[in-house]
């Protein structure tokens, strides 16, 4: 199956700044990516798929000016959260589907922590 | 629509014993299923998926689910719990559809504790 790779896998930052993170699928090209985030003791929850060459979709609720989403190539994926508050502090986990529909291969996750 | 449902979002089991681990599901496309774990603060492993074949699905680390359309459940078990197993997992479901990359939606999640 695909590797997927996130960096980075935690990051601490003041409130206000923003922050991005990238999501690689090391061996597989990927013209779809997912990205999750995962509060503490709750499930995934899909904020938005990112399309290669064009602009990603958001969830109903997930505002699209504070998630900004590149998909940057075959292969990268970035999130940047603008304007950081304490509320966004999550785990954030993207994804890569698998060929055939059959799966999806999951990164490790970034922890973001916002003072 | 595509959803799943866990009951009881925690699960605390003797070493040994029996791990039953519920999920139901909703689906108005035939459905493919999974079971991914979770440890903390890491991304989601997969543990096994049903994609139409055997109804018996035999995944990693002794884990198994069946299908049963019948009552729309996918239920993981295990014969034994090993102290390894605490984790949280999540049962989740696909949309199948190309257009969309492929959605999966997740249950909410069940905490399996093994108690020594």
């Known amino acids: 199956g695909a590797v997927v790779s996130q960096h980075p896998s935690r990051v601490i930052c003041k409130s206000g700044t923003s922050v991005k993170i990238e999501c690689r699928s090391l061996?597989?090209?990927?013209?779809?990516m997912f990205w999750y985030r995962q509060f503490p003791k709750q499930s995934l929850m899909l904020m938005a798929t990112?399309?290669?060459?064009?602009?990603?979709?958001?969830e109903q609720g997930v505002e699209k000016d504070k998630f900004l989403i590149n998909h940057a190539s075959l292969t990268l994926s970035t999130l940047t959260v603008t304007s950081a508050h304490p509320e966004d502090s999550s785990f954030y986990i993207c994804?890569?589907?698998?060929?055939?529909?059959?799966?999806?291969?999951f990164g490790p996750g970034t922890r973001l922590l916002v003072l | 629509a595509q959803s799943v449902t866990q009951l009881g979002s925690h699960v605390s089991v003797s070493e040994g014993a029996l791990v039953l681990l519920r999920c139901n599901y909703s689906?108005?496309?035939?459905?493919?299923l999974f079971w991914y774990v979770q440890y903390p603060n890491q991304g989601l492993q997969l543990l096994l998926k049903?994609?139409?074949?055997?109804?018996l699905v035999k995944g990693i680390n002794g884990f198994e689910a069946e299908f049963k359309k019948s009552e729309t459940s996918f239920h993981l078990t295990k014969p034994s719990a090993h102290m390894s197993d605490a984790a949280e997992y999540f049962c989740?479901?696909?949309?199948?559809?190309?257009?969309?990359?492929?959605?999966?939606?997740f249950g909410t999640g069940t905490s399996l504790t093994v108690i020594p």
């Open positions: 994804s890569v589907p698998g060929e055939g529909l059959e799966t999806q291969y």
């Open positions: 689906s108005s496309v035939p459905p493919y």
């Open positions: 049903y994609t139409s074949a055997a109804t």
């Open positions: 990112s399309n290669e060459g064009s602009k990603a979709t958001y």
């Open positions: 989740a479901v696909s949309d199948q559809n190309p257009n969309t990359g492929n959605q999966f939606y």
């Open positions: 061996d597989f090209q990927a013209t779809t």
